[in-house]
């Protein structure tokens, strides 16, 4: 079972980036999803969620407005659409997936950094 995330990278503050999280050796449409990121020096948070039939979304705060989450379970594959980044946002995200309904995030990948300078 495996999670492996992608799209990460340096931008300017107000740039946009997507990130991928492709799982392979299990069945994706039975686990909800999320984001979570972790900047240097703090814990890690939670991004945003989303339900596995991709009707439900849910939003940190700080990223409601700006981020989307979605999913393409015909391609066992989650995305997280970043616009209006700022230098805040500058973390390793991963992305995680929870059986559907348990909030509990059991499978993890291994992250990719987006760094945003000002």
């Known amino acids: 079972v495996q999670l492996q995330a992608s799209g990460g990278g340096l931008v300017q503050a107000g740039a946009s980036l997507k990130l991928s999280c492709a799982a392979s050796g299990l069945t994706f449409s039975p686990y909800d999803m999320g984001w979570f990121r972790q900047a240097p020096g703090k814990e890690r948070e939670f991004v945003a969620h989303i339900h596995w039939g991709g009707g439900s979304t849910y939003y940190a705060d700080s990223v409601k407005g700006r981020f989307t989450i979605s999913r393409d379970n015909a391609k066992n594959t989650v995305y997280l659409q970043m616009n209006n980044l700022k230098p805040e946002d500058t973390a390793v995200y991963y992305c995680?997936?929870?059986?559907?309904?348990?909030?509990?995030?059991?499978?993890w990948g291994q992250g990719t950094l987006v760094t945003v300078s000002s």
């Open positions: 995680a997936a929870s059986p559907a309904g348990t909030a509990s995030y059991s499978i």
